[in-house]
C-alpha cells in the first residue's frame, strides 16, 4: 500500500534565476501541421562511487520523460564531443553546438549527513553560452525516481512555458487470467508506467476508477454484492468508505474541480439519470429526469458545466448542460456513436470515444461541438483521460482474439505522438492524477 511515510517533503533551492527572457524554446503547435522537436543534450549525472547508479538512473527517467512528451529529441550519447562534465563545470558551448544540441542539462547526485540524496540539476542554453535554471533538491535514495520526473518537469515547464505533468500517476484497472474470467484488481502506478501497486485483492470486480482533483482519494465502482457500488479510496491511508447505499445501478462516478463532490449516473427502471452528490452531507441533486440513458458526466474545469453523454435523440450523443443540469444542448453531430466525454483541465477541449463502421476512435471537440479530431483510432479504443496539463491523453486499447487484452496508450492532441505504456500486465480504464 501506497504511504505519506515513503516520501520526504522536497526541499528546493533555486541555484540561479533564468538570465533569458521567459519565451519558450519549443511551440506546442494543435494543428496537423508538423513540428520540429528540441535537439537536447542530457549526459549522465555525475556521482559518487556508491552513488553512480542512482545518477546514471536519473539521468536515463529525466531523458525518458523528456523524449516521450514528443516535444524533445534527445541526442545519442555517444556522439557527445564533452565526455565529461560537472555540474558545477562551465561547459565547452562549441562543442554542443557541433552536435545540434539546442539545449544542455548537467546534473549532479551527491550523498548528505543522513543518508539523503542532493540531487542537482542545470539547463543551459549552448547557443546563448549561458544556464537558463538551475535547481537542487534533498530526499531519500529510495525517491530518485520521484526526483526524476520533477527535474523533468522543471526542464519541460522551463522550455515550453507549459506546466510538466511527469511527477503524476495513473490510476487504473489491472488485469489478469485468461479472456473468459479475467481477474481486475484496481492498481496505481507511476505516469510512466513504474512502480506498479494493486491497490485492491481482486476478490470483486472493480471499475471506473477515478482520481480527485485535490488531496489522495480514488472513487471506484466494486461488485461487493447484488450491484455494483461506489467507493472512496484514499490511496495514502488505504481507508476505504462506501459513498453510498444506493438502491439502484451506479455507474461512471468522477469528482468536481474542487473535489467536494461527485457526479453519477443512477439507473432507474430501464433509464439511468445524472445527479451530484456533495461529499460532506451526502446529499443528492437530481439533475437529469429524460426518458433515456444519461450517463458519463465530466465537469468543466471551474466547474460550470458538465459534459454527458445521453441516447435521448435515439442514438449516443455528447451533451453539456449546466451544473445544476439547466439547459441541456447536444455538441456532438458526426456519423457514430459518442462516449466517455471527459473534460480539459484547461478548459478548451472536450475527449470522446467514437464508435464508426467498426472501428473506436479517441478524439477532441471544443465545448460548443465545433473542431472536431480524431487523435487515434483502432479495432477498440475508449477511456481517455487527461494528464494534468491538458496536452496529453491516456486511453486503453484492446487487442482481439481468443488471448486478446486491454493495454494503455498516451497520445498528445496533436495525434502525432502515440506510445504504449509498458507496464508488464493487463490493464484498462485509466484515470490521470493530478501534479502530486
Known sequence: MFTRTKFLTFAVLFLALAVRPAAALVSIDVTEGESRPLPIAIP??????????????????????????????????????????????????????????????????????????????????PLQEQQVVGQQFFTTPENWRRVAHIV?????????????????????????????????????????GANLTYLTDGSNLVLTPRFSPVGQLVTYMSYEGAQPQVYLLDIETGRRELLGNFDNMTFAPRFSPDGSRVVLSLEDGGNANIYAMDLRSRQMQRLTSAAAIDTAPSYSPDGSQIVFESDRGGAQQLYVMGADGSNPTRISFGDGRYSTPVWSPRGDLIAFTKQSQGRFAIGVMRPDGTGERILTSGYHNEGPTWAPNGRVLAFFRESGGPQGGASIYTVDITGRNERRLDIGTLASDPAWSPLR
Not at 107 to 115: F, K, L
Not at 181 to 192: F, H, N, S, Y
Open 44 to 125: 549522465y549525472f555525475s556521482g559518487q562511487v556508491r552513488d553512480d547508479q542512482i545518477a546514471a538512473q536519473i539521468s536515463d527517467v529525466v531523458l525518458a520523460d523528456l523524449q516521450s512528451s514528443g516535444l524533445f529529441a534527445p541526442l545519442d550519447r555517444a556522439g557527445y564531443i564533452e565526455q565529461t562534465l560537472g555540474v558545477s563545470t562551465m561547459p565547452r558551448f562549441q562543442d554542443w553546438r557541433a552536435i545540434g544540441a539546442e539545449a544542455l542539462v548537467t546534473g549532479s547526485v551527491t550523498r548528505e549527513q543522513g543518508d539523503r540524496l542532493k540531487v542537482e540539476f542545470r539547463l543551459w542554453d
Open 152 to 192: 523533468a518537469d522543471a526542464i519541460y515547464q522551463r522550455l515550453t512555458g507549459e506546466t510538466g505533468y511527469f511527477d503524476t500517476r495513473i490510476v487504473f484497472v489491472g488485469e489478469s487470467g485468461p479472456k473468459n474470467a479475467r481477474v481486475k484488481r484496481l492498481a496505481i502506478m507511476d505516469q510512466d
